[in-house]
């Protein structure tokens, strides 16, 4: 089942066309990835997705429903959840509360009286910190914690509106290098275990290549390629574009180095250090 199917979207800025004509389409189930260097139009496309802005050309259907253009809160509540590359919680209220609060609002109970707003839906937010190993910090307030623990809360709170998509914006920006392979292998195991389809940019391409089933790579806004982690790793133009030219195979070598498949040599020189 395909759950977000984007076709021939343009979005200009004066007379810089920022996305030209992009086309892609996510399945259930399916990690995601757009990437590309800076200034290829990732944040246009993704933001264009999310109803951050309005494409000037194209559509995006979510499940088979045209939500091309709608507010972000109308595409929030048709099942499309998002994280941001800056994470925010409520520094002054426990990670359960920044929980329940997530799940009061997907019921429409934000207005409940706040004694009685603080034990509902206490066992769902519990459940939510289980999966992305929160649960044995529910009681502390979001202000204390690490920056990877509120990536973590920040992820639980995206669960909680139940998405059909999820949007992540740098899942892993700020991160330390192991957190950032944690925070997406537990990501990675959500998708599979419950369906969700993730759509992420991510400019860290050890996470990319270890964890997407599919990328999309831009370039100054134009689609070069689209396909698995392998198809795109041997693709010419990617190289040139990653590597400034350089050989076919010497790129491909370098871009399975940066995805975490070091070279001998590499391996030789880290461990001297």
Partial sequence: MTVLDVSGLRKAFGGLTAVDEVSFGVEAGQLFA??????AGKTTCFNMVGGQLRPDRGSVRLAG????????????????????????????????????????????????????????????????????????QAERQCGLLAYGDI???ELAIALAHQPKLLLMDEPTAGMAPRERIELMALTAGI???SGISVLFTEHDMDVVFAHADRLLVLDRGRQVAT????????????????????????????????????LPGERAEGEAR
């Avoid at 426990?94 to 929980?99: G, S, W």
């Fill in 227 to 262: 396909g698995t982690p392998a198809e795109v790793r041997d693709d010419a133009e990617v190289q040139r574009i990653y590597l400034g030219g350089a050989g076919a195979e010497a790129a491909a070598r370098q871009i399975e180095a940066r995805a975490g498949e070091q």
């Fill in 191 to 193: 998708v599979r275990e």
């Fill in 65 to 136: 429903r045209d939500i091309t253009g709608e507010a972000p809160r109308r595409i929030w509540r048709l099942g499309v959840g998002r994280t941001f590359q800056v994470a925010a919680t409520f520094g002054s209220m426990t990670v359960a509360e920044n929980v329940q609060m997530a799940f009061l609002s997907h019921h429409g109970r934000l207005r409940a009286l706040l004694p009685s707003a603080r034990r509902l839906y206490r066992e769902q937010a519990l459940a939510v910190l289980e999966r992305v190993g929160m649960a044995g």
């Fill in 34 to 39: 757009i990437i590309g260097p800076n200034g």
């Fill in 151 to 153: 990536k973590r809360v």
